[in-house]
């Protein structure tokens, strides 16, 4: 079993940058694919990005290619997500999710394949 907990959210300005953490517990974190989600106001919750076990693969939602950028740290037990040129599309709740039965260079986009989740961080653009 994981706990995620997801940092680095707040208010930014259009055209701004913020970068997200999700530290998980536990010593098995490489054996988990991991991914952003984020979740809108009103709205389900949307893929977002997404990282293999090793790292070597990251799959990304088209609206943020681009300007986001998902990285991982496996001896941290820390993924990461970089996000550049905000606009206010962005603003939601981002949740990040660990996928425990994921192959070394697989990526997940459905939110079902997902076995873990943060709590979540608010992330607000304003205009």
């Known amino acids: 079993q994981v706990q995620l907990v997801e940092s680095g959210g707040g208010l930014v300005q259009a055209g701004g940058s913020l970068r997200l953490s999700c530290a998980a517990s536990?010593?098995?974190?490489?054996?988990?694919?991991m991914g952003w989600f984020r979740q809108p106001p009103g709205k389900e919750r949307q893929f977002v990005a997404a990282?293999?076990?090793?790292?070597?693969?990251?799959d990304y939602t088209d609206s943020v290619k681009g300007r986001f950028t998902i990285s991982r740290d496996n001896a941290k037990n820390t993924v990461y997500l970089q996000m550049n040129s905000l606009n206010p599309e962005d603003t939601a709740v981002y949740y990040c999710a660990a996928d425990s039965d994921s192959g070394s260079y697989y990526t997940a986009r459905s939110r079902y394949e997902y076995d873990y989740w943060g709590q979540g961080t608010q992330v607000t653009v304003s205009s």
């Open positions: 536990g010593r098995t974190f490489s054996r988990y694919g």
């Open positions: 990282i293999s076990r090793s790292g070597g693969r990251s």
